[in-house]
C-alpha cells in the first residue's frame, strides 16, 4: 500500500517561508516523477512543480517560478517544496503525487498517489 505524507504546513506571515516535506512508503519512491499540486479555497487544484525520478529536471508553474523549488532525495523516500516569498495568495492546500503515467507534468491525471494534503496559510 502506497503511501504519501505531506508535513510543514501552518501559518506564515507574507515575504515568509515554509519547506514541505512527502515522505513516501509502500513503493519504489526512486522510480517515480514527483509532483506537488495545491487548491485554494473554491479552486481547482492546481499544478505547482514537478521532478524527474533522478532529480535531474524540474518544471513549475510559470507563476510560481523563481520563488518556489521542489527537490528530492532518493535515499530518504521523500521529496520537499522550498517557498520562499510567500504571498496571501499562496494560502491552500498542498499535496504530494507520484506521476505513474506518461503525459505532461502538469496534468495531474498522470499522477496515481496522492498524499492527503498540509495546509498553508500566508497572514497579509
Known amino acids: 500500500q502506497v503511501q504519501l505524507v505531506e508535513s510543514g504546513g501552518g501559518l506564515v506571515q507574507a515575504g515568509g517561508s515554509l519547506r514541505l516535506s512527502c515522505a513516501v512508503s509502500?513503493?519504489?519512491?526512486?522510480?517515480?516523477?514527483v509532483g506537488w499540486f495545491r487548491r485554494a479555497p473554491g479552486q481547482e487544484r492546481e499544478f505547482v512543480a514537478a521532478?524527474?525520478?533522478?532529480?535531474?529536471?524540474?518544471s513549475y508553474a510559470d507563476s510560481l517560478k523563481g520563488r518556489f523549488t521542489i527537490s528530492r532525495d532518493n535515499a530518504k523516500n521523500t521529496a520537499y517544496l522550498q517557498m520562499n516569498s510567500l504571498k496571501p495568495e499562496d494560502t491552500a492546500v498542498y499535496y504530494c503525487?507520484?506521476?505513474?503515467?506518461?503525459?505532461?507534468?502538469?496534468?495531474?491525471?498522470?499522477?496515481?498517489?496522492w498524499g492527503q494534503g498540509t495546509q498553508v496559510t500566508v497572514s497579509s
Open positions: 521532478i524527474t525520478v533522478s532529480g535531474g529536471a524540474t
Open positions: 509502500g513503493r519504489t519512491f526512486s522510480t517515480y516523477p
Open positions: 503525487a507520484m506521476k505513474v503515467t506518461s503525459g505532461a507534468y502538469d496534468d495531474r491525471s498522470t499522477y496515481g498517489y
